[in-house]
């Protein structure tokens, strides 16, 4: 009974055997994933799948890397996606900021941050937040709205602004990054989230687990970081995966649409 919290399965990396990539996924025990855009198009393609597969729910948004390249009336468009995909829509992401090198002007990308968490707030949607190299920057700017719902994805922070994000209300979500060797600061990081606000991902086609690296990743592989997660946390799988699916529920405010491989009472 897994959930993947974040996986760009609408992405052309998977336009040649998507449904083989959803079938290994349903084979691995994902329930349901979580499929955020990172602009309009493939925001407007997130929700085309999940209108098209139960297991799949969409999020919408400017990813911090996209924003110089997103029309001026984004936000327009954004709100008209949302009105036409409202049952399918979970979350307001994946928004964000990004300091790596070379990526958009840090002015701008604050603006299309702000803009989406205040987009976010007036459809009472949460949050899914990109923050690399950048997550003090990130929890700065949500600590503005009060009583901002979230998750700090693909977390790679240190443990006090893991515990900053948490004090802000906000959940954190892992990646493959946990089982990498040289992840010592992310692991210590997992350990200190309190289990109700943890939250687990692939972040596919990107971050593939231990042993899977150098290749695309997919959902199916979800389960690498389940047991990675759970060896860290010195518990059953299975438990870990049951609270997951929990938090994931409540955050995203997700009922399972539908029924595949005869599976009820969800
Ligand atoms: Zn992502």
């Given at each position: 009974?897994?959930?993947?919290t ?12 998507r ?15 979580v499929?955020p ?25 400017v ?38 090198e ?11 941050f702000e ?8 459809l ?54 946990i089982?990498?060797p ?34 695309r ?15 860290l ?19 995203f ?12 009472n969800l």
């Open positions: 009974m897994l959930v993947d974040h996986a760009h399965v609408q992405m052309p990396e998977f336009d040649a055997d449904a083989e990539v959803l079938g290994r996924s349903r084979s691995a025990g994902v329930q349901w994933m499929c855009g990172v602009d309009l198009a493939s925001s407007t393609r997130a929700e085309e799948l999940a209108r098209q597969e139960p297991d799949v729910a969409a999020a919408i948004g990813h911090p890397e996209d924003c110089d390249k997103a029309p001026a009336d984004y936000l327009t468009k954004l709100r008209s996606l949302y009105a036409l995909n409202a049952t399918t829509t979970v979350a307001i992401g994946e928004i964000g900021l990004d300091y790596k070379g990526t958009p002007d840090r002015a701008l990308q604050f603006r299309f803009e989406q968490l205040q987009l976010a707030a007036d009472a949607l949460p949050v899914i937040v990109h923050s690399r190299f950048a997550v003090t920057a990130c929890l700065n700017a949500v600590a503005h709205f009060r009583g901002m719902r979230g998750v700090m994805h693909c977390f790679g922070g240190t443990t006090a602004e893991l515990e900053r994000a948490v004090a802000l209300g906000l959940h954190v979500s892992f990646t493959g990054n089982t990498y040289g992840a010592h600061a992310t692991r210590d990081a997992l350990k200190a989230c309190p289990v109700e606000r943890l939250l687990l991902e692939t972040d596919s086609p990107y971050m593939p687990p231990v042993p899977m690296r150098g290749t990743n997919e959902p199916s592989f979800v389960a690498y970081v389940y047991s990675a997660a759970a060896t946390l010195d518990s059953d799988v299975t438990d870990v995966a049951c609270r997951i699916h929990e938090t994931a529920r409540g955050l405010n997700h009922h399972e649409r539908g029924n595949h491989a005869g599976e009820e």
